[in-house]
């Protein structure tokens, strides 16, 4: 009865989800309805206050700076005209032959420089949209492009990465947001190169046939007024994440003494479980004053930006927690056991293949890479690298193939990321979906057993 409480609230979650109901209101009562179905009425108080809201704060202790940083350093990318201006430069520098590549390399350096997927399909699309429009390319194939170029290779695979996704398994396996280069940059070049194909072929074909742009009378293409920069100036903020990031990573945090932090007044941290978060964090710390500092006359009203910024981080960190708090409560009931028994025992000797099997039906379920994450490492985390260990396998290893994972499918089109991609475009799922899906289900999952297979015959690397 506790198993089919458990999968009862995973429909209901989804269902609801995809109606447009908030998670955090949906995340208690969901986890309410499998206590109670599981007939521990009793306990319910006691569960979500103890076992929900526990996970939630913990949730927040760890990630809450890099969300509410990421999102800040978003906003000022976006109002003190860097974004544009990359875009811009990409556009010039490749003009109107490759348009698909265009748009795909737009968005993956700006988010592999730490922006905000949502602020880049907002600097992205209208600059995409005129380029679709002076070449004939068929609008629909936008949003698979700028989703190629946001919601995969750069979220998940290449190393380095401040991505959320890309911190989670951090404080887990005790890894570094460089977890595993080489195995990344394969990832990533595939990732690349097979949407890239795609996209690239469907535009071709569908040209061929006489397609155009398309008939789309109430779209209005405003490229929005920002303010000048330099192409200089509007790189170094990126560049300063990664640069820092690593540097912070490999030489300067390392060589620091933290002999003190085992003890109690610091919550008994674990120095090498959070080195790499810290990193980032303080990477997107100066990379936000820096361009504070340097845009300082320049800015229409930063107190705006700032606090845009900072609020636009408030609803993402706040669902993820809620389903993480979620995860805990479904963790904690009798069923569970049976559904974690039969994901770990899918491939007793090499754990990245229920690792992948679990980060990618728990992100299908919530519509998130970062929840489904969340929740899986929450639950499983532990067993991963105890069966890690017990087989030899790098932690490194299982950090890039849970990010990989997690990154499959979580973009079903219930998934709030898609709805607002098209929202941004102006296209419906029937217009555009099938290319999305293409590019950020089927290529990260053809990557996915690719990553997995090297590593399981190379190791990490």
Not at 71 to 77: E, T
Not at 93 to 101: F, I, S
Not at 377 to 396: C, F, I, K, Q, T
């Amino acid at each position: 009865m506790s198993t089919l409480a458990i999968v009862l609230s995973l429909i209901l979650l989804i269902v609801l989800a995809y109606r447009g109901i908030t998670v955090l209101l949906l995340a208690p009562l969901m986890a309410s309805l499998a206590v109670l179905l599981s007939g521990e009425a009793g306990l319910l108080l006691p569960i979500y206050t103890g076992t929900f809201m526990n996970a939630l704060g913990g949730y927040l202790i760890k990630f809450f700076p890099l969300f509410i940083l990421g999102a800040l350093f978003g906003q000022l990318m976006a109002d003190s005209g860097a974004a544009h201006a990359i875009a811009r430069w990409i556009i010039r520098r490749l003009g109107t032959h490759h348009v698909v590549l265009t748009v795909v390399l737009a968005c993956a350096i700006l988010t592999y420089g730490g922006v905000s997927l949502f602020v880049v399909a907002f600097a992205v699309f209208p600059i995409g949209a005129a380029l679709f429009r002076e070449t004939g390319t068929p609008k629909r194939l936008i949003p698979g492009a700028i989703a190629l170029g946001s919601f995969t290779f750069t979220m998940t695979a290449l190393p380095g990465t401040p991505a959320i996704q890309n911190a989670i398994p951090i404080p887990f396996f005790q890894t570094t947001s460089f977890a595993a280069p080489g195995l990344g940059i394969v990832a990533g070049c595939l990732m690349l190169g097979l949407g890239t194909w795609w996209l690239q072929s469907r535009a071709s074909k569908a040209m061929r046939k006489g397609e155009d742009y398309g008939h789309h009378p109430n779209e209005k293409i405003d490229i929005a007024e920002v303010p000048e920069i330099g192409t200089v100036a509007a790189f170094a903020p990126l560049v300063m994440v990664i640069l820092l990031n690593g540097l912070l990573t490999y030489w300067i945090l390392p060589s620091l003494d933290f002999s003190q932090l085992p003890e109690e007044r610091f919550g008994s941290l674990n120095p090498s479980s959070m080195l790499g978060l810290w990193a980032i964090i303080i990477a997107l710390l100066i990379s936000c004053a820096w361009l504070i500092v340097t845009r300082w006359r320049h800015w229409e009203d930063l107190k705006e930006t700032i606090n845009k910024g900072c609020f636009g981080s408030m609803l993402p960190v706040f669902n993820t927690a809620s389903e993480v708090g979620y995860g805990a409560v479904i963790a904690s009931l009798a069923g569970f056991v049976v559904i974690r028994d039969a994901v770990l025992s899918l491939a007793p000797g090499n754990p990245l293949i229920s690792e992948a099997v679990s980060m990618n039906v728990l992100a299908a379920i919530t519509g998130s890479s970062s929840g489904g994450m969340s929740i899986a490492l929450s639950v499983l985390g532990d067993d991963y690298l105890r069966m890690a260990n017990a087989v030899g396998l790098d932690p490194e290893l299982l950090h890039r193939v849970a990010t990989i994972a997690a990154g499959g499918m979580d973009t079903l089109p219930h998934s709030g990321a898609v709805i607002t991609l098209l929202a941004i475009c102006g296209l419906t799922h029937r217009q555009a979906y099938p290319n999305i899906a293409m590019v950020t289900i089927v290529v990260p999952m053809i990557t996915l057993v690719a990553v997995i297979t090297l590593g399981t015959l190379f190791g990490s690397f």
